[in-house]
């Protein structure tokens, strides 16, 4: 079982900038997908970014792309999405989530909020 920590959400002001994290315990695999998801309140959680554990493939949604970044440091088992030009409807908890094989993500983070003010 693939336990996943986030952390670094916050309150910012429109256009700053926030890096999130999320510390990766158990067996990951090279075609294991690691994205992030975030959820609005009133609204159905979304798909962000995504990345393979071991290749170079990155996946966005289209209203962050030019935006965020996500990436990963395999030394630290750890997964982050940067956030730039961050705006007011950017603000939800977003999710960490794994997909072990590639397909299907199946183990989820806590959430960490993040709030961005016009």
């Known amino acids: 079982q693939v336990q996943l920590v986030e952390s670094g959400g916050g309150l910012v002001q429109a256009g700053g900038s926030l890096r999130l994290s999320c510390a990766v315990s158990g067996r990951i695999f090279g075609s294991s997908r690691m994205g992030w998801f975030r959820q609005a309140p009133g609204k159905e959680r979304e798909f962000v970014a995504a990345?393979?554990?071991?290749?170079?493939?990155?996946y966005y949604t289209d209203s962050v792309k030019g935006r965020f970044t996500i990436s990963r440091d395999n030394a630290r088992n750890t997964v982050y999405l940067q956030m730039n030009s961050l705006k007011p409807e950017d603000t939800a908890v977003y999710y960490c989530?794994?997909?072990?094989?590639?397909?299907?993500?199946?183990?989820w983070g806590q959430g960490t909020q993040v709030t961005v003010s016009s």
């Open positions: 990345l393979t554990w071991s290749t170079t493939n990155t």
């Open positions: 989530a794994v997909a072990p094989r590639g397909i299907g993500f199946d183990s």
